[in-house]
């Protein structure tokens, strides 16, 4: 049966790494475009966004910039390689949001809602008619704070490990239960949870 918390979604966040991308292990980080790896199936999960009308945006911690030189640009690289792999399977993002700063200097770092609420103003959404999809409590967080739904996507290979946080590396945030206690919805993979999405039916473009 169709998740009634689903209906009428306008707006999609997603998280980057362990939910559209392979993670990488912990204390470690998506820093080149090489490193960048898609999950199956989340290309074609957001190419469906995108033919149903529903606005798909990152929301994405890298905390790493905070402390690497010449951080922007690698990051800069890393993400246009994320569109580009994307564009491939005919997916696009409508928007993308990183924080880059440390934990605890800023607003914008999940489980923080900064970024969605940047998001909401300049793009005129409707934050209770959008939904949060991520692996970690903070991602979860983040949603629930701006009264968002949100989806939790199980850890499962390239994806962490419980412990594992929204960072692409760091800790920030668990998985697993501690999550689970955040979600609105626990599914396996970004492409079941926008199965989801869509079948409790979304608004008409």
């Known amino acids: 049966m169709p998740d009634a918390r689903l209906r009428g979604i306008q707006t999609v966040f997603l998280d980057r790494d362990g939910t559209i991308n392979v993670k990488q292990p912990e204390g470690e980080y998506v820093t080149s475009p090489a490193e960048l790896v898609l999950l ?30 010449g951080g922007a640009t690698r990051y800069a690289a890393v993400h246009e390689r994320l569109i580009q792999l ?32 940047r998001a909401a103003e300049e793009h005129q959404i409707e934050l209770d008619k959008s939904v949060i999809i991520g692996d970690s409590a903070s991602d979860l967080m983040a949603g629930r704070a701006v009264g968002a739904s949100t ?16 960072d692409g590396g760091g800790t920030d945030g668990g998985t697993g239960e501690a999550a689970a206690a955040h979600a609105d919805t626990v599914a396996n993979d970004l492409d079941s949870a926008v199965r989801l999405i869509l079948q409790a039916g979304t608004p008409v473009s």
């Open 86 to 117: 994307l564009a491939a399977e005919g997916a696009k993002l409508d928007a993308a949001y990183h924080c880059p700063h440390a934990r605890d200097t800023c607003d914008c770092r999940k489980p923080r809602p900064g970024m969605l609420r």
């Open 151 to 166: 989806i939790l996507i199980r850890p499962g290979p390239g994806r962490g490990t419980d412990g594992g946080g929204t």
């Open 40 to 69: 199956p199936g989340a290309a074609r999960a957001v190419a469906r966004l995108n033919a149903a009308g529903v606005r798909t945006i990152l929301v994405t911690n890298q905390s790493w910039l905070s402390r690497t030189a």
